[in-house]
């Protein structure tokens, strides 16, 4: 298992897993810039100095919500969807993995109690935000 997996149909790029034990020096932007969400893993000795900085107002076009999740505790299970609500594969998150979620569909199941928490664009617009569909049974749970 590497320290990133990606999650892919063919060459569509459904999910980024940074793994606990990821590690760098410096500063390293998982994502590509033209992502709406951005992630990066950033490793800095004592005494570096990060310079104070005010964000410029840059207005985005948001087109397509990608979320992204911190595994503060337990285990949860992931099942990929692609955009046709197909199911493909699962993975398990566990303490201090971290999953982009980038296109496609997904559904969890909690396998061990789980904190975690959830980042993703706003605002959020309730119910209006998704398109719930039928989720599969554990019969067809599939790890890669």
Partial sequence: ??????VRKKDRLLAMIIRNDYVCHGVDFIT?????????????????????????????NVVMTQEVLFIKKGILRVDFYDE????LESRNLHAGDIILLV???HGFRVLE?????EVKQGPYAGENDKKRFEKISEEQVYYR
């Fill in 1 to 6: 298992m590497g320290q990133i997996e990606e």
């Fill in 32 to 60: 590509p810039n033209e992502y709406s969400q951005q992630v990066a893993y950033m490793h800095h000795p004592t005494g570096k100095i990060i310079d104070a900085h005010i964000h410029n107002l840059v207005h985005r």
């Fill in 84 to 87: 046709y609500e197909d199911y």
């Fill in 103 to 105: 296109s496609g569909g």
């Fill in 113 to 117: 109690e789980v904190e975690m928490i």
